[in-house]
Nanobody
């Protein structure tokens, strides 16, 4: 599986961005998907995850109520809608995938097998 993120950029605090992650292959609906981020000088951290059917999601406490993960299996794409952005949301955002037979939405980095190259999100104050 190859993953390509897009949609990053520079936005003012309080603004919104929508990230997209396009996946290759014909079995996208068999993969749980996740978003992670890494700020300068910090470790990569979990942001959100979604099960293969979209019926189950997980969020980091820091983004609950502001970010929404969704997927369109017909388009092989997962999205991260980010609202009410804060300067502390500034990071490189990575999309990740793992083949999974159930509805689980993995929150741990080590659970994922495939990663995108990342897209930069910068929130100015």
């Amino acid at each position: 599986v190859q993953l390509v993120e897009s949609g990053g950029g520079l936005v003012q605090a309080g603004g919104s961005l929508r990230l997209s992650c396009a996946a290759s292959g014909r079995t996208f609906s068999s993969y749980a998907m996740g978003w992670f981020r890494q700020a300068p000088g910090k470790e990569r951290e979990f942001v959100a995850a979604i099960g293969r059917s979209g019926g189950r999601t997980n969020y980091a406490d820091s983004v609950k109520g502001r970010f929404t993960i969704s997927r369109d299996n017909a388009k092989n794409t997962v999205y991260l809608q980010m609202n009410s952005l804060k300067p502390e949301d500034t990071a490189v955002y990575y999309c990740a995938a793992v083949y999974f037979s159930g509805s689980y939405a993995p929150p741990k980095e080590y659970e994922y097998a495939y990663w995108g190259q990342g897209t930069q999100v910068t929130v100015s104050s």
